[in-house]
């Protein structure tokens, strides 16, 4: 039926068009940003999930940076450690000395001084970003024995937990400005040592007065067993610390891959395809101008109506 107050081909051709630009606007937004689910309204699930994933990664990023700083820490630490052993060897090395009848002990003395000296300022400046766990005070009101560094943000449902590395330093701590009785630094701990049951701390140990007798070179060699027993420690206290800094790159190594996997995942899950997208754009681009026509053409006929009345 031919009717001037209804044109069914024209309501058909214009709704068909109103599909064709609303996909085309999809399309190509899709194509704009790289996403073909860019809002909840594209798909709620997926925007949901990716939304979560993306906050997940981001803090993820603060426990590598976390990482970052922990194996800092660690490595200066060891470092530390490792040239306070040198020093220690060369303390040992002096005291061997002076266990020779007729040398002069109090110039082996000045040199043991000095590398005592060198042991301090080793532990006090073993510090990076306002941590030292070599030179410490057991004492002090907020002071703990157990360092942690964030390893890893995990997700279960809706329940997040921060998992920690956590380092013992009571191991490690070479000084210890605490009081004789507590202090327990590996350099500054009091020892009582062999069958002279001499009390005597490596860090301020004196052979200067001691002479050739038999009692003063029991003392001696006593010494001598206290510095051994000290670098023996220290190299317990590297060792700890280098299992540490290995522990820490390899969960720094697994932070990386797993933001990774988590990026590629949430790709899955939002990210367009453009050689799909371009595809279907061409073909949009197609149906719109047929649209066009169609909706041109389906108006025609009403225009066809006049021609009767002429």
Request: aromatic share 4%; glycine share 6%; net charge negative.
């Amino acid at each position: 039926m031919a009717s001037i107050n209804t044109n069914a081909s024209a309501m058909t051709a214009l709704q068909s068009l109103r599909m064709t630009s609303y996909a085309m606007e999809k399309t190509q937004s899709a194509i704009a940003t790289g996403f073909r689910v860019g809002k909840a309204k594209d798909n709620a699930a997926y925007w949901s999930i990716a939304t979560s994933m993306r906050s997940d990664n981001k803090a993820l990023s603060t426990v590598q940076d976390a990482l970052g700083l922990g194996a800092a820490t660690v490595d200066i630490a060891y470092t530390a450690v490792e040239s306070a052993i040198k020093v220690t060897d060369e303390i040992k090395k002096k005291l061997v000395a002076a266990r020779e009848p007729g040398v002069d002990r109090s110039k082996i003395q000045s040199e043991i001084s000095e590398l005592q000296k060198q042991l301090e300022a080793i532990s006090s400046s073993a510090s990076f970003s306002g941590e030292n766990w070599l030179s410490v005070n057991s004492t002090d009101a907020g002071y703990n024995g157990t360092k942690s560094i964030v390893s890893s943000f995990n997700r279960s449902g809706n329940t997040v937990t921060i998992e920690t590395v956590d380092i013992d330093i009571t191991t490690t701590v070479l000084f210890d400005s605490a009081t004789d009785a507590t202090r327990t630094g590996i350099i500054d701990e009091i020892r009582t040592i062999g069958t002279s049951s001499t009390a005597v701390t490596v860090s301020s140990l004196v052979i200067g007065t001691l002479t050739d007798s038999v009692a003063d070179n029991i003392i001696l060699e006593d010494y001598i067993q206290a510095v051994d027993d000290v670098i023996r420690e220290m190299t317990d206290a590297a060792t700890s610390l280098g299992a540490i800094s290995s522990r820490v790159d390899l969960q720094k190594e697994f932070i990386n891959q797993l933001m990774d996997a988590i990026s590629r995942g949430i790709g899955q899950l939002v990210d367009a395809e453009m050689n799909e997208e371009s595809t279907r754009l061409q073909a949009l681009q197609v149906q719109q101008q047929l649209g066009i026509q169609a909706l041109s053409i389906a108006n025609g006929n009403s225009q066809n109506i006049l021609a009767l009345f002429q």
